[in-house]
């Protein structure tokens, strides 16, 4: 099974340098991919940078583009240690999206066997600030979705607002 963020399909232009001493590493890496396609979304352009130890990526900056719409991350995701199935330390991770195609927004939502996020239409604009580990997440998110369809069903628009409190996700709008 493919992870969420690797790439499938595109081209890609990678810089970067790595340092290397006798326990450690740190790589620092800027890319340039177009046509960018994961098993959850596609860019027609990913750039940013981001700097990779063996216990995280740090520094996280990407900006997507697909037409009309823009997507940017940025943060840190600690990773799991050799072994080990969590990482020992708590992600934060910032997301702003706007007119971002609302089927990529729904695959990271929806759980696996429900609806397909490919019957979801619309464009997102909105923000979500996360932190903590991935089964306890605090923080919050803000969108509108606007000319929302499901299942070729024209909805309209729709406005969320959501916290996530630990093992609780409260929908406040």
């Known amino acids: 099974d493919t992870p969420f963020w690797h790439p ?18 740190v790589a620092g890496v ?10 959850d979304l596609a860019a027609e352009v990913v750039r940013g940078s981001l700097r990779l130890r063996p216990g995280a990526v740090e520094d996280l900056q990407l900006a997507l583009s697909d037409g009309a719409g ?21 992600m934060s991770l910032q997301i702003a999206a706007d007119r971002w195609p609302a089927s990529s927004v729904a695959g990271f939502l929806l759980p696996a066997d429900s609806l397909d996020p490919k019957t979801i239409g619309g464009r997102v604009t909105g923000r979500l600030a996360v932190r903590g580990f991935p089964d306890a997440l605090q923080g919050e998110a803000t969108a509108q979705v606007a000319d929302l369809a499901v ?19 409260r929908l406040r709008r």
């Open 8 to 25: 499938t399909e595109g081209q890609a232009i990678l810089a970067g340098d790595v340092t290397i001493d006798r326990t450690d590493y």
């Open 30 to 39: 800027q890319l340039d991919l177009r046509n960018a396609v994961t098993p």
């Open 70 to 90: 823009s997507l940017t991350v940025s943060g840190q995701v600690p990773l799991a240690e050799e072994g080990q199935k969590v990482p020992s330390a708590p």
């Open 151 to 169: 299942a070729d069903q024209r909805v309209g628009r729709a406005q969320a607002e959501v916290a996530f409190e630990g093992a609780q996700i």
